[in-house]
T-cell receptor, first 115, second 114 residues
Framework: AQKVTQAQTEISVVEKEDVTLDCVYE???????LFWYKQPPSGELVFLIR??????QNEISGRYSWNFQKSTSSFNFTITASQVVDSAVYFC????????????FGPGTRLSVLP | DGGITQSPKYLFRKEGQNVTLSCEQN?????MYWYRQDPGQGLRLIYY???????QKGDIAEGYSVSREKKESFPLTVTSAQKNPTAFYLC?????????????FGQGTRLTVV
């Protein structure tokens, strides 16, 4: 069965610190997709990144970077020089091709960036 | 502007009543989803639909019903059979087919049973 684990329930950092959010997944599919979403206090989930199982290149977008390692089934998310506006709940999600378009979400990590 | 609209934002229901949550999208997406979020927890899939007039149960479908009569609309009914309906409900949509694309979410409906 597919599963997504985010072991860090809550993280607090001081502004300008770097922070890494962990995501570990389980799947029996060889083709799958991984996602990160941000949920600010307003409640709407905001898409951050999608990665397919055949592309293990790390990605950087501004202060955000993602490290995908199939060998450890991990898809970690790092925020560099964190800002107060980064405070939110972050979700990692998995979609397997054989389950159609379903997305399985991890429990989320609440990040608090203190000024 | 393209997007997903959920209404209402807040909803109160008396025990024993059915209530319907609205979800409309103008993104021309084939696939639509309903998720439930409880405090401190992730999103759990209630129902999903990949095409008009067809839908599938998710992990926690008991006590809920849906319809998909139009591509743009995927309303969720919370029935009186749902034992603990107080939660935050999120609707999403995505393009169907492969490769899997990201899902776009509405702003959610917070349902409270009083």
């Amino acid at each position: 069965a597919q599963k997504v684990t985010q072991a860090q329930t809550e993280i607090s950092v001081v502004e300008k610190e770097d922070v890494t959010l962990d995501c570990v997944y389980e799947t029996r599919d060889t083709t799958y997709y991984l996602f990160w979403y941000k949920q600010p206090p307003s409640g709407e989930l905001v898409f951050l990144i999608r990665r397919n199982s055949f592309d293990e290149q790390n990605e950087i977008s501004g202060r955000y970077s993602w490290n995908f390692q199939k060998s450890t089934s991990s898809f970690n998310f790092t925020i560099t020089a964190s800002q107060v506006v980064d405070s939110a709940v972050y979700f990692c999600a998995l979609s397997e091709t054989r389950r159609g378009q379903n997305f399985v979400f991890g429990p989320g990590t609440r990040l608090s960036v203190l000024p | 502007d393209g997007g997903i609209t959920q209404s209402p934002k807040y909803l109160f229901r008396k025990e024993g009543q059915n209530v319907t949550l609205s979800c409309e999208q103008n993104l021309n997406h084939d696939a639509m989803y309903w998720y439930r979020q409880d405090p401190g927890q992730g999103l759990r899939l209630i129902y999903y639909s990949q095409i008009v007039n067809d839908f599938q149960k998710g992990d926690i479908a008991e006590g809920y019903s849906v319809s998909r009569e139009k591509k743009e609309s995927f309303p969720l009914t919370v029935t009186s059979a749902q034992k603990n309906p107080t939660a935050f409900y999120l609707c999403a949509s995505s393009m169907a087919g492969q490769p899997t694309t990201e899902a776009f979410f509405g702003q959610g409906t917070r349902l409270t049973v009083v």
